[in-house]
């Protein structure tokens, strides 16, 4: 079945702290992983977009990873801010043949305190 | 516009009520897309147009759901008889080209949909 899992659900760091996210997938064929930032009562944005040959890309104090041998991602937060506080979705997209389908895991929930 | 606009933000209808849903994507976007995000969830996937052509609808969960995008830009989707599990946020994503693969996709601030 295809699935994206993230762990942990929530997380709670300090200002200034660092954190790691993590996604494991199970969807294929495989077209690209997609980190997405969802504030409360908001769409998610875009963070970054890897394809099957990339292994990391960054976005300001973002940097994910991706191992697409063990089906792994990692979202990497660096110095975070009270502005990071929010939900962050792993996605996967799934190659078909007319278009592809984009698979959403629950997302983590990040909460940052001062 | 800036940027993929949704309305209206909230909706609250009785059950077996008729609802309709509006996105306005960025324009000149070809592709666009609509979601159905439950309460702590993901967004899961609806339908999918390519300019005025509904090419993807395998995610529509009953035949309540209508989804319609007549001039290629503006989208409407119609829920018939609403049900309380059409309880959710109906967000809707746009993208420059056509597929979205490897594209970035730009989404709305959702309409929330409350039945009660």
């Known amino acids: 079945k295809n699935q994206v899992e993230q762990s942990p659900q929530s997380l709670i760091i300090l200002e200034g702290k660092n954190c790691t996210l993590q996604?494991?997938?199970?969807?294929?064929?495989?077209?690209?992983l997609r980190w997405y930032k969802q504030d409360t009562g908001r769409g998610p944005v875009s963070l970054t977009i890897m394809t099957f040959s990339e292994n990391t890309k960054s976005n300001g104090r973002y940097t994910a990873t991706l191992d697409a041998d063990t089906k792994q991602s990692s979202l990497h937060i660096t110095a975070s801010q009270l502005s990071d506080s929010a939900s962050y979705i792993c996605v996967v997209t799934r190659r078909t043949y007319n278009t592809d389908k984009l698979i959403f895991g629950t997302g983590t929930r990040l909460q940052v305190f001062p | 516009g800036a940027g993929v606009s949704q309305s209206p933000r909230y909706k609250v209808a009785k059950r077996g009520q008729d609802v309709a849903l509006r996105c306005d994507p960025i324009?000149?976007?070809?592709?666009l897309f609509w979601y159905q995000q439950a309460l702590g969830q993901g967004p899961e996937f609806l339908t999918y147009f390519q300019n005025e052509a509904q090419l993807d609808k395998s995610g529509l969960p009953s035949d309540r759901f209508f989804a319609e995008r007549p001039e290629g830009s503006v989208s409407t989707l119609k829920i018939q008889r609403t049900q309380q599990e059409d309880s959710a946020v109906y967000l809707c994503a746009s993208s420059l080209v056509a597929g979205g693969r490897n594209e970035k996709l730009f989404f709305g601030s959702g309409t929330q949909l409350s039945v009660l």
């Open positions: 996604c494991n997938y199970t969807v294929s064929p495989f077209s690209n």
């Open positions: 324009s000149g976007h070809v592709s």
